[in-house]
């Protein structure tokens, strides 16, 4: 995603004892009719053991519709095809050029094909264009991959959790230079107007082309009258207030609210939790009223661009930023005790500008600080970081709750807090009221299940208060983020402008694997005539026997029981993981390996 594209660090081709050889052999793997054994019942053994298996539950997700939105969907690819050859696609919603419907999609396809090459449908939807990040596409497009995780056809050895369901992609219109705030030499002279949030401050949360994907999916998914829906959003940023009146969150829960409705299809969002859990970009506390709490900004030396921090708080705050070295004279220093921007001059140079919002969100109050770190002065640093102390005072009446989180993207991570905490380290959609929030389990061979170390952590901020019950853990709301944890650790999916496919990790992984399983518990439902509920759905997903939330696990692993369906209830899986079906043996990898998330 855009907020952790330097995860991906696409991909290193791994064999022994010839990387150069592995390629050469993966390449002929992906232009042959068979591919090798390698590449045969890919995820087989992470779905085995979340209780998807296709032969076994009889689902396919048919009737259901799994809209992704993302960036990059080759419809070319086999994996996103029927057997005769024809589109998935019901529609792909270009943002940046329009929408094509299956007819246009079927015509693109055979004007490739009937070419030999694949430019001709380039032309008019390139997948590896308008993409996120400075880098682009290194290897395969994060839709693609995700689109076939989630719902892949039956090809090649390869299946996706819901084969049969009808596929909406909705690509994009969100460079990073939409959302992040970069460019300092901007911020110069300019008024509260312009920095405000609505303005200068961009924020994740509150993108419009995110609302727009989320409604023009909605309604065109709606248009083929399913019996269900599922917004897949394996995408997500870190900054953001994390609260449930965020402009794209609210759209988010007005969505899972239709499934409130008396008629109509069953509707979910399924968003994931992120990859920032091992990443120390949060601080949170609770101050006292005139209290204050102090925590370290870290910025690498030689990073360019602009480092972005925001604190947020449901109690007015001050905030003074403040060299942590001697080496800074006294000028180094930005006290935000009041609204309207100011700015950090270092030897006449400016180098951080900063600004105390109130009411952003209702209820919340933010500070915002920008440095660029290439412009401080030689020897501002104190070995390989630039420190600055931010010193948080409570001006409000009572104690009020503090999170600072940093804003990543894909450029990677120049910087850290000290102390930073695991907790509610969940992208800021992931926070939205009513979301379905997926965290990531690493591997299928651990007992008892492991959480992915970099895989976001709950709770959401700001505690809703709406359905609370009481776990072994406390008191959760019955929609806590996350809700459950899928596999998110080696899992295959479709490489596009290739027949292959490529490994990743991350939420991206686990959120589509969510993603296929509500398809199928919609379908289940479905069978028997029933319209399945959001307490149904987290039955389907992880059992009946979940009773306690964590803030890694939700109320459990992936755990598909599809009770009550025509076929046979669940796939029973072997106790011990030696006996688990997995894929074939591969004693000479060709692997296309790396981090491709969410």
């Known amino acids: 995603t855009p907020a952790d594209c330097r995860r991906q660090r696409q991909m290193c081709i791994r064999d022994r004892p010839s990387a150069g050889r592995a390629l050469r052999e993966l390449q002929m793997a992906m232009g ?12 087989a053994a992470a779905l085995w053991r979340s209780g998807i298996h296709p032969v076994q539950t009889g689902l396919s997700g048919e009737r259901v519709v799994c809209c992704i ?12 095809r029927h057997a005769d050859g024809s589109t998935r696609f019901a529609a792909l919603i270009d943002q ?26 380039d032309a008019v939807y390139d997948p590896h264009a308008n993409y996120f990040g400075s880098e682009g596409v290194t290897v395969g497009a994060h839709g693609t991959w995700v689109a076939s995780i989630a719902a892949g056809s039956n090809r090649a050895g390869y299946t996706g959790v819901a084969p049969g369901a009808t596929l909406i992609g909705v690509q994009l219109d969100l460079p990073d230079e939409a959302w992040r705030a970069t460019d300092l030499a901007d911020l110069q002279g300019v008024t509260r107007a312009e920095l405000g949030c609505a303005g200068r401050w961009r924020s994740y949360d509150e993108s419009k082309a995110i609302i727009d994907a989320l409604q023009s999916a909605v309604s065109a ?11 897949n959003l394996s995408i997500g940023a870190w900054a953001g207030s994390h609260h449930a009146s965020a402009a794209v969150n609210r759209a988010i829960s007005e969505i899972a609210a239709l ?38 900004w870290h910025l690498a030396h030689d990073r360019s661009g602009a480092e972005k921090l925001e604190i947020w708080s449901d109690q007015p705050i001050s905030v003074r930023l403040r060299a942590a070295r001697r080496l800074l004279d006294d000028r180094a220093v930005l006290l935000l005790d009041s609204t309207g921007p100011k700015q950090l001059f270092i030897d006449g140079v400016l180098v951080g500008v900063g600004e105390r919002v109130e009411g952003p969100c209702p209820g919340l109050y933010c500070a915002h600080f920008l ?74 061979d651990h007992s008892p299940p492991r959480v992915l170390a970099m895989s976001g952590r709950g709770p959401a901020p700001w505690a809703r208060r709406t359905g609370p019950r009481r776990t072994g853990a406390g008191i959760a ?10 596999p ?16 990743g990790s991350g939420t991206s992984a686990a959120t589509a694997i969510a993603s296929g399983a509500t398809a199928l518990a919609i379908e289940a439902a479905a069978r028997n005539g029933a319209r399945l509920s959001r307490p149904e759905l987290m039955t389907f997903l992880v059992g009946r026997a979940s009773s306690s939330w964590s803030p890694e696990f939700g109320w459990g692993p992936l755990a598909f029981a599809p009770i009550g369906h025509p076929h046979q209830s669940s796939p029973s899986r072997p106790a011990g993981h030696d006996t688990a079906p997995r894929p074939a043996a591969q004693s000479k990898p060709i692997e296309v390996e790396g981090h491709v998330a969410p």
């Open 259 to 296: 499934n409130e409705l008396p008629d109509g299809p069953a509707v979910f969002v399924v968003a994931g939790m992120g990859n920032s859990g091992d990443d120390r970009g949060h601080f949170s506390a609770t101050i006292a009223p005139g209290a204050t709490r102090s925590f370290t």
């Open 477 to 486: 709301p019955a929609d806590a983020a996350p809700a459950l944890a899928a």
């Open 69 to 80: 939105i993302d960036y990059g969907f080759d419809f070319l690819h086999p994996s996103l």
């Open 371 to 444: 440095i660029m770190p290439e412009r401080l002065p030689a020897g501002a640093g104190a070995g390989e970081t630039i420190q600055f102390k931010l010193d948080v005072e409570c001006l409000g009446a009572r104690p009020g709750e503090v999170h600072a989180w940093i804003e990543r993207d894909c450029s990677g991570r120049g910087s850290y807090l000290e102390p930073a905490h695991r907790a509610s380290t969940l992208t800021s959609l992931a926070s939205a009221p009513g979301v379905v929030a997926v965290a990531g389990l690493d591997g299928c």
């Open 96 to 121: 940046n050029g329009g929408t094509h419907d299956r007819v246009a999609i079927n015509s693109l396809i055979w004007v490739a094909e009937e070419a030999g090459r694949r430019e001709p449908a």
């Open 221 to 231: 998914a709606l248009a083929l009258g399913p019996d269900g829906i599922v917004l």
């Open 488 to 503: 998110a650790a080696g899992i295959w999916g479709a490489c596009s402008k290739t027949k292959g496919f490529m490994r």
């Open 32 to 43: 042959t009719r068979h591919p090798p054994k390698d590449l045969r019942d890919l995820n």
